[in-house]
Each structure stands twice: as C-alpha cells, then as structure tokens.
C-alpha cells in the first residue's frame, strides 16, 4: 500500500548551503504542502567535476547546522555513501522505495540552471515518469527553448528569484569579505573555524 505523505528531495553540492537554498527551500515545502523535504547532498556531482568541493563530510555538517530545529526538514547523506557519481534517477528509486511512495507524491526539486542540461541526465525520461519534477526559477535563467515534451511533464513554480551563489560566497571567503549576511550564523562560523573555502 502506497503512502500518502508528500516527500520532496532536493539535490545539489551544496558547497556551501546558503541563505538562497533555505528560503527556496521554506517556500517550496509550504507552497506544495510537503510533509518532508529532504536536503541531498551530492558525493561527486557529474555536471560538477570541474568544481572543488569542500570534503563531504564538511558539506553535511554544514546542512545540518542551517536546518537545526526546522520541522519537517532533514538531510540525507545516501549519496555521500553511495560514492563515485551520483545519478538523480538511483535516488528517485531509493526515495520511492524507502517510503512507499506513488509518482505523485515524490517531488524532485531543481534550479532551472540545472534544468538546461537535464536531457543530458542519466534517464531523464525514466525520472519523469518516476516523480513529479518541479523547477523553481533562477535569475537570468531561460527555459524557452525546453522541448516541449520535456515543459509538459514539469511544474514550474513562480518561486521568489534570490541572487545568492555558492561561487560567489566562495569568491567572498578568499578575497576575506563578510558571508554573514549570505549564510545562516553557525554555517558562517563552521567555515572559519575549519578554514573552507580559503
């Protein structure tokens, strides 16, 4: 018998996570009435292989720190020890088994920066019949030229557009520039007691 919370998963480096990703995060939860949201960290993100990314372990404690206390809000460490690439579509499968979970009930959550390559993911077809995808906007990201085959099967959500990067902060660490307004208090002391990103 299938479940009947709502589960959304949301992927990425997370290098660090920031102010951007939590209050897209919030919003998104709310606005989809989801009983979990799931923060997904990724061990070896294949369309990020030209990016240094802080240890994975630095990478989680870090996620746990920003979302300390929030309720119906967790992390997920299931990339980080699966190892080598992580593939989107073997985490849909694991999300969908672990919690007994029909298409309509697990969302899958992305940026439309990464919805531009998304035909390149490993069986994008597969995890559209898998989930439902939703795309939320990013500034000066265009989807216009989708196929439309790909726009039929995604929600596009009218998510508030925040200007934060994980590659900015990171520009702002080594040019010793104040990150405290860009990540939560404890993610911002994190960094600088283990010297990230310097």
Known sequence: MNSDIKVGLFGGSFNPIH?????????????????QFIFI???????????SLAEPEH?????????????????????????GVSYTIDTIRYFRAQFNLKKANLYLIIGAD???????????????????V?????PEITIDHLADEIKKKIRILPAPLIDVSATEIRKSIQSNQIISHLVPEAVAKYIYENNLYQ
């Open 59 to 83: 990478r989680l404690q870090m996620l746990h720190l920003a979302i300390n206390d929030w309720q119906g809000f967790e992390v997920s460490d299931l990339e980080l020890k699966r190892k």
């Open 41 to 51: 960290p990724a061990a070896n993100p294949p369309h990020k292989q030209h990016v």
């Open 134 to 138: 939703v795309v939320l906007p990013r």
């Open 114 to 132: 990464s919805l531009a390559d998304f035909h390149t993911w490993r069986s994008p077809q597969k995890i559209l019949r898998s989930c439902q």
């Open 19 to 35: 102010n951007g990703h939590l209050e897209l995060a919030r919003w998104t939860k709310n606005d989809l009435s989801l009983d």
